[in-house]
């Protein structure tokens, strides 16, 4: 069984198109986390759920928004994509960072290609 | 400046040789993490550490938290130990976490 699964793989799409990944984990974790990674390998975190609050967000656009319909699942969701948005989508999941026990477990990434 | 650095930036190694990886990082911390990335992508966490050392297998990490530096130690390199292997810190008091650009590893036969 794969503990953190993304879906798709792979995603081309135009600019100005509205697309979403969907994340699921079955490792009874509490906090999940999506990451993105440029072209130039580097990973920066993006949110972080725990127990379906945000409590990370950093930097990023408001075109990109979160929804996490249960603890389980982290989906996110782009608007109005950008070229700048093409990129190597990684979710992952952890238990509670504050009890020492954040080990990450990553999914497969999702890359995104905005054309 | 990055509140994360590593070096070096690129490491390649014949088989069997000693490995070593080093990350700085400029922030308190409450965890460091060691991941590694395969070329297919692929991401998985090989190490946390609060202080001290730990070992798995082949892999050693170490941590100094007076000199804010850690260290990953691969013993006899194989070649499927090429990847890419990213420092990660968690900032303490807060939910940050700040990553390494990473170090990409080539180990030949």
């Known amino acids: 069984d794969t503990a953190v699964s993304q879906t798709p793989k792979y995603l081309v799409t135009q600019m100005g198109n509205d697309k979403s990944i969907k994340c699921e984990q079955n490792?009874?974790?509490?906090?999940m986390y999506w990451y993105k990674q440029d072209s130039k390998k580097f990973l920066k975190i993006m949110f972080s759920?725990?127990?379906?609050?945000?409590?990370i967000n950093e930097t990023v656009p408001n075109r990109f928004s979160p929804k996490s319909p249960d603890k389980a699942h982290l989906n996110l969701h782009i608007n109005s994509l950008e070229l700048g948005d093409s990129a190597v989508y990684f979710c992952?999941?952890?238990?509670?960072?504050?009890?020492?026990?954040?080990?990450?477990?990553f999914g497969p990434g999702t890359r995104l290609l905005v054309l | 400046k990055n509140e994360v650095e590593q070096s070096p930036q690129n490491l390649t190694a014949q088989e069997g040789e000693f490995i070593t990886i080093n990350c700085s990082y400029s922030?308190?911390?409450?965890?460091l993490h060691w991941l590694q990335q395969h070329p297919g992508g692929g991401i998985v966490s090989l190490f946390m550490l609060s202080s001290g050392k730990k070992k798995h297998g082949r892999l050693i990490a170490t941590i100094n938290i007076q000199e804010k530096h850690s260290s990953l130690h691969i013993t006899a390199s194989h070649p499927r130990d090429s990847a890419v292997y990213i420092c990660?810190?968690?900032?303490?008091?807060?939910?940050?976490?700040?990553f390494g650009t990473g170090t990409r590893l080539t180990v030949i036969p």
């Open positions: 990660a810190v968690r900032q303490t008091g807060a939910n940050n976490l700040f």
């Open positions: 759920y725990n127990n379906k609050e945000l409590i």
């Open positions: 992952a999941s952890s238990q509670d960072p504050g009890q020492g026990r954040e080990t990450q477990y």
């Open positions: 490792l009874g974790h509490d906090t």
């Open positions: 922030v308190g911390i409450s965890a």
